[in-house]
Nanobody, 111 residues
Framework: QVQLVESGGGLVQPGGSLRLSCAAS????????PGWYRQAPGKQREYVGS???????HYAAAVKDRFTISRDNAKNTLYLQMTSLKPEDTAVYYC?????WGQGTQVTVSS
């Protein structure tokens, strides 16, 4: 059974940083192209970024140069390092691989 479990969300002040993790079971991140998405209240889920099996990353314009996606193949874990956070980054963040989604983790950016 494929399962993705996110962690690391929380409350952070504007300008702060946070790192999200996504632990996978039943699937290997090293041979897939997992991604991160987010959904703010009252808005549709949107793409944040992804990483290819070869390690190439791609980001949405709204987070480019602030967010970094990485992967630890030994731990089969995906990361989203977020810096210079803004209130508009507040959302539930989801990890995705193929047709499988995690349960999401809440990120709130507020003073």
């Amino acid at each position: 059974q494929v399962q993705l479990v996110e962690s690391g969300g929380g409350l952070v002040q504007p300008g702060g940083s946070l790192r999200l993790s996504c632990a996978a079971s039943g699937i290997s991140f090293s041979s897939s192209a997992p991604g991160w998405y987010r959904q703010a209240p009252g808005k549709q889920r949107e793409y944040v970024g992804s990483i290819s099996s070869g390690g190439f990353t791609h980001y949405a314009a709204a987070v480019k140069d602030r967010f970094t996606i990485s992967r630890d193949n030994a731990k089969n874990t995906l990361y989203l390092q977020m810096t210079s956070l803004k209130p508009e980054d507040t959302a539930v963040y989801y990890c995705q691989s193929g047709k499988t989604w995690g349960q999401g983790t809440q990120v709130t950016v507020s003073s």
